[in-house]
Each structure stands twice: as structure tokens, then as C-alpha cells.
């Protein structure tokens, strides 16, 4: 062991200093996602509650239940009673009377039936933690989850290819190539991020009818094969900085820009095509607008954020089934994303930040 | 710089089989790059410059969805009926109003949560990353259906935190969230905060691109922490502050789906939930109206531009751009 120098004593206040530091924005940061995730915790207690629990508003925090107990084939209530000598026992309700009733100990039925001298319908029943899974059951069913699913990953899925291939062509032929008007195009392509799709609906809607694809999901499928603006901005940044290198070689062998793009770009761009394939996949499931729109009239065939805000206009009364199906539809989005998140955040990043 | 290899190699191979002079190289180069970028040109020509213009010869039209045989000329008439129409004053109204509240909410509390994701002091970045992010995930609708109810007057937990202060916020008189036209924006307000992660992470990735010496030389200085704050974060993280102004005037403007799912075209409370893009949507497409829905939509599309036009002309004046590249 080396021996150690005597700190200073401003050292040791320093590092006093900055411990306390380290304690106070950790906690303050703690209580900070402690207040933003509470609608999720509210939400999965909430899901498992049952009807009467939801409703009510002094009902326990968590999914409580009174408890019963099975005497002799019957299903009792069990309530707090207070003993005459203080002692509060949890004891089930055989026999109820008005001035004394009969109770039976659910720990030791065998004991026998106690008397009890008191009102019963003044004594508090007893309630457990009682999550009702079968709330998902139910919800899942209502709505059909899997039909649902079925549609949007339909949906997510093709169009994903889809974007990403195009995208991936567009933004290599914006990073590699020279040609008159490049910056002007390139700056009209970015332009289209901020033009409001509104504008573009009338018409476009107009046209689809015609066509009667109005109800279908050629609409919302068919544009995903012209690129998008935001999949070329990041595609087009990671080919910048992919080495010339690779592509000459490839180019001295006789490989033309086609082969060249599919043997040497696309492999090397991995990463970036996983996050722009992510982030694509996200903006279909969450996409509402337009299935709403191209979609409308056919609700057997809408993706899940429809659904949902369908299901939930109808069963408004039961807010436990519609958060037990909120939770449903989060929950593979949310699974991917804690798989996926370093290429996601890094995804962020390059759009953000390169401009 | 390396397009110059490029363009050789290209003139080595075309030479042996042409021998036509370098520009016919560079002719071929410009060939491929328009070929490649094609489908982008394709699809902007169709999608996007074809219907903008489209929409300006719809707006002339009486056009009802109804009975696309009955179609007219109808000149301004859109136009002056979108200007006196209540319900478009109604939802520009509802749609600054939320702008003017959420958009700077939002640059702060992403900024204030980058700065704490940041800071050397706190233990276990990761994880809080991940845990502000979180919720940035979650599908929208399934967001607001999560917050209507933890909303709820009687039954949520906001309300019940709050009667736990003491105040009376369960009641017959307590805080109903969705009857109220002011309250209802901070519910919006909370349910968009619940998408700050982007905003956040951008942030997140400018502060750490701040070189320390920066830093070190203003700690030096005697610069406190609200004066390096001020004076080296701000400066150098101007250009990620606007362009996240920009994106999020962009979407605040064309908010639509948290006042669609809870309170569909109805405006409740009091037309605060009727923002542009709902008004929009209920005349051209629940009623039909494509001539004068094409008239709003053309609004929408001069609100936004105009907007934008008025940031990107603020941006000299705040906006830093340290070296050119």
C-alpha cells in the first residue's frame, strides 16, 4: 500500500462540497423523474383496478379488493373488528345480527366461530392488493388488439422498407455526386420539413378518391417510395463520412455507381439505415392524421392509434379497460426502444446537431 | 475535394471508350446524381409542388365532396368566408394562445433537463436519460388517453397530490382540467412535455460538443455558474436552441392530435381545443367543403411560412454561428 499524502483541508472540504453536490442533484433529478413518469405508474395501477375502484375517489392508490373467505362452502366478507380488549382482529362475518354477530378467524377457522357484540355494518372490510389481470384479457379482446397489431405492423413494416431504400438512394446521390442545381435541390428537399402537409391534402385526397383508394392503405403506402426529407438529411450526413477510399477500389474494378452503392455504401452505412428504419418504424406507429383521414370508413383495417382513440370514445365509462389498452399499445414501442436506444439517441443527434 | 478523384477516375474509364473531353465526364457524373436523386424529384413534383399549387386552384372552387358534379368558379368567395368565419378567428386564437404557452415551456424544460443530464454532478446519466426519454416513445394517443385520466377531477393522481397541500382540488369546485379553456392548455402543455425527449437529447449533444476550456478560462475569471450560463452555454448552444424553435413552431402549429382525440371537432372548452388544423379537418373533411377547406389549409400554409420567416429574421440578431464552415 502507498502511503497516502495527508489531504489539505480544503481538499477535504472541495470534496465534501462536491459530494454533496453529487447527492442533491441526483436526488432533485430522482424526484424530477419520479413526478414525469407518475402517469405511467397511475396508469398501470389504474389498469388493474377494478370498476368500482376506478370510479371511486377515495379508493386506495393500488388495486385493492375487499377480501373474502371460503367457510363451509359459503364466501364471507372479512372485516376489521376491534376485540374487547383493544386487539383488532381480521375476522370473517358468518353470521350477521343486529346487536351481536358471529365471526370465524380466516388464519385458524378451526378454532371455531367467535361472538361478537357490535353493529357489524359499522366495521371497516378488510381489502388486499388485488391487480386484476383480467382487465388486459379484456381490453385485449375489445379491441382487437391483434388485428390491430396486424394492420400496423403491416403498415410500419412496408413502408419502412420502403422510405429507407429510397431514402437511402436519394441521400447517396445528394452526398456523392456533382451536378448543376445540387444545393438548390438539397435545400428544397429540407424545406419540405417545414411546409405544412395540410396544404398538400385537398388535392391529394381529391385524387386518391378518384382513384378509389380512399379506404385503403395505398394512400398512406405508395408516397414512402419517393424518399423523405428527414431519412436523406441523415442518410446523406453518415455517407459524408464514409471513406472515398472504398468506392474507388470498387470503382478500379469495374463497378458501376449502381453496384458500387449496394455492395460498398450500404453495407458500411448499417448503423444509420437501423436508425432511420427505427425511427420510421415509430412514426407509423404513432402515425394518426393521415390513417385517420385515408382510412375513414373502413375501421376495420386502421393502425392502433386510431383504434384506440376509437375504443376510447366508446368506452369512455371504463377507464380501466382504456388504459389497460394504452399500456398494450405502448408496450412494444417502448420494449424496442430500451433494446435500441444507443442507435436511436445517435440518430437524434446526427439530425439535430449537423445542421 | 475528393469529387476531383472521382470526376479523374470517371474521365480514365470514359476516355478509352469515347475519348470525348472532360465536361462529357462531368456530364455523366450529373447523370448519375440526377438519376439517383429521382425519386425524390418524383415524388416532390406529385406530392408536395403539384397539390400546393392544386390547393391555391381549389381554393377559387366551390367544390363539395358531396357532389363533385355541381363544381364551380367561385373566385374569393373561399377566401373572404375563411377570413369572416368565427370559427377561424376561434382556432387562430387557440393556436397562438397554446404556441405563446407551450413552445417556450418546452425550449426550457429541455434545456433544463439537458443541463441536468450534463452535470458532472449527477450519478448515473444513463439512466436518466433514458428515463426523460422514456415517455417520448410512448404513442400519442396512448399518451393522452394515459393523461385523461390521470387528469380526471375525482380519480387522478394530479388532483389528489394537489388535495394532499390542502387545497380542495377533488371537489364539486376543484381543478377540472378538461372544462376549463385555460386549464386545458397546461393539460395539452403536459401531455406535449411528455415528448421534450428529442428537444432534449439535441441539447444535450450541443452542451457536450462545448470544448471545456471554455469553461475552465471562465471559472478562472471568477465566473459563477448562472454567468457561465449565460455567457459561454447560451451563445454556443444558440444555433440547437433555434433549430428547436424552429421544428416545434412548426408542429405546435399544426397541432391536431391530442384536441382531436379528446375533444374531437366539438372546440370544448369554450373553443380552446379548436386549433387551426382541426378547423381544417372538420370543413374539408367531415363536411366536405374541399374548395374552402383548400382556402384554410392555404392559411395554414402562410401562418407557418410567416413564422418561420420571422424566426430565421430574429436568428441574426441571438442566434451564434461561431466559425463558418
Known amino acids: 500500500m502507498t502511503t497516502e499524502a495527508k489531504p489539505t483541508d480544503a481538499a477535504v472540504r472541495r470534496r465534501r462540497r462536491n459530494l454533496l453536490l453529487s447527492g442533491c442533484t441526483t436526488l432533485g433529478a430522482i424526484l424530477l423523474a419520479a413526478i414525469f413518469l407518475m402517469p405511467l405508474g397511475y396508469g398501470a395501477a389504474t389498469a388493474l383496478k377494478d370498476k368500482d375502484g376506478v370510479s371511486d375517489p377515495n379508493a386506495a392508490i393500488l388495486p385493492v379488493t375487499s377480501l373474502t373467505f371460503e367457510y363451509e362452502g359459503e364466501e364471507l366478507d372479512v372485516y376489521a373488528v376491534p376485540m374487547p380488549d383493544g386487539e383488532v382482529r381480521e375476522l370473517a362475518l358468518v353470521q350477521p345480527g343486529r346487536e351481536a354477530s358471529v365471526f370465524v378467524d380466516p388464519e385458524d377457522p378451526g378454532a371455531g366461530t367467535v361472538e361478537w357484540e357490535g353493529r357489524w355494518r359499522a366495521l371497516d372490510p378488510v381489502t ?228 | 475535394m475528393s469529387d476531383f478523384t472521382d470526376a479523374a477516375l470517371a474521365v480514365r474509364r470514359r476516355d478509352k471508350r469515347s475519348g470525348r473531353p472532360v465536361s462529357s465526364m462531368a456530364r455523366r457524373e450529373a447523370r448519375w446524381g440526377y438519376a439517383f436523386i429521382s425519386p425524390w424529384i418524383i415524388g416532390f413534383v406529385l406530392f408536395w409542388a403539384v397539390p400546393i399549387g392544386a390547393s391555391l386552384v381549389f381554393s377559387a372552387l366551390d367544390f363539395q365532396l358531396t357532389d363533385p358534379g355541381a363544381t364551380s368558379f367561385a373566385g374569393g368567395d373561399n377566401w373572404q368566408r375563411a377570413l369572416s368565419d368565427p370559427d377561424t378567428w376561434t382556432s387562430l386564437a387557440a393556436t397562438f394562445r397554446f404556441t405563446v404557452l407551450f413552445l417556450p415551456l418546452s425550449l426550457v ?60 382540488a377533488t371537489g364539486s369546485d376543484g ?116 374548395g374552402y377547406g383548400a382556402a384554410l389549409a392555404w392559411l395554414i400554409f402562410i401562418v407557418v411560412a410567416v413564422l418561420t420567416g420571422l424566426l430565421f429574421g430574429t436568428a441574426r440578431y441571438w442566434v451564434h454561428y461561431g466559425t463558418e464552415r
Do not use: C
Open chain 1, 128 to 355: 388486499g392488493v388485488d391487480p386484476q389481470w383480467g382487465n388486459f384479457e379484456e381490453a385485449w379482446n375489445t379491441i382487437d388488439f391483434m388485428r390491430l397489431m396486424g394492420w400496423t405492423l403491416m403498415y410500419a413494416l412496408t413502408t419502412m422498407l420502403f422510405t429507407v431504400v429510397s431514402s437511402a438512394v436519394v441521400a447517396y446521390g445528394f452526398a456523392r455526386f456533382r451536378f448543376p442545381g445540387r444545393n438548390l435541390l438539397f435545400g428544397l428537399l429540407m424545406a419540405t420539413i417545414l411546409l405544412p402537409p395540410a396544404v398538400t391534402l385537398v388535392p391529394k385526397y381529391a385524387v386518391f378518391l378518384q382513384m378509389g383508394w380512399v379506404g385503403t392503405y395505398l394512400p398512406l403506402i405508395v408516397p414512402q417510395l419517393f424518399a423523405n426529407a428527414f431519412n436523406v438529411f441523415l442518410l446523406r450526413q453518415y455517407f459524408l463520412t464514409i471513406p472515398r477510399e472504398l468506392e474507388e477500389a470498387a470503382r478500379i474494378d469495374g463497378a458501376g455507381p449502381i453496384r458500387t452503392f449496394v455492395r460498398v455504401i450500404v453495407p458500411q452505412a448499417f448503423p444509420a439505415l437501423t436508425a432511420v428504419s427505427l425511427f420510421h418504424f415509430f412514426y407509423a406507429w404513432n402515425d394518426f392524421f393521415e390513417p385517420l383521414l385515408y382510412l375513414a370508413g373502413n375501421r376495420d383495417i386502421v393502425p392502433i392509434g386510431v383504434g384506440l382513440s376509437y375504443f376510447s370514445g366508446v368506452y369512455n365509462s371504463e377507464p380501466h379497460l382504456i388504459l389497460a389498452a394504452a399500456l398494450l399499445a405502448l408496450a412494444l414501442p417502448v420494449a424496442i426502444f430500451l433494446v435500441a436506444q444507443r442507435v436511436f439517441v445517435r440518430g437524434i443527434v446526427v439530425t439535430g446537431v449537423d445542421k
Open chain 2, 109 to 168: 424544460v429541455a434545456l433544463g433537463l439537458a443541463l441536468l443530464l450534463n452535470s458532472k454532478h449527477l450519478k448515473f446519466t444513463g439512466l436518466f436519460r433514458l428515463l426523460f426519454f422514456m415517455p417520448s416513445m410512448i404513442p400519442l394517443v396512448a399518451g393522452v388517453l394515459i393523461w385523461q385520466q390521470v387528469l380526471n377531477p375525482q380519480t387522478g393522481w394530479v388532483n389528489r397530490l394537489i388535495g394532499l397541500t390542502g387545497v380542495d
Open chain 2, 175 to 290: 381543478i377540472r382540467w378538461f372544462d376549463n379553456p385555460v386549464l386545458v392548455l397546461f393539460a395539452f402543455s403536459f401531455i406535449g412535455l411528455w415528448g421534450v425527449g428529442n428537444a432534449m437529447i439535441v441539447n444535450l449533444a450541443g452542451l457536450q460538443g462545448i470544448p471545456t476550456e471554455l469553461y475552465e478560462a471562465a471559472e478562472i475569471d471568477g465566473a459563477g455558474w448562472w454567468r457561465r450560463l449565460r455567457t459561454v452555454t447560451l451563445p454556443l448552444l444558440s444555433p440547437i436552441v433555434f433549430y428547436n424553435l424552429v421544428i416545434g413552431s412548426v408542429l405546435v402549429l399544426q397541432y391536431f392530435v391530442v384536441p382531436w382525440v379528446l375533444f374531437g371537432a366539438s372546440g370544448r372548452p369554450g373553443g380552446a381545443s379548436k386549433f387551426l388544423l382541426v378547423h381544417f379537418y372538420q370543413e374539408a373533411f367531415v363536411f366536405g367543403n374541399m
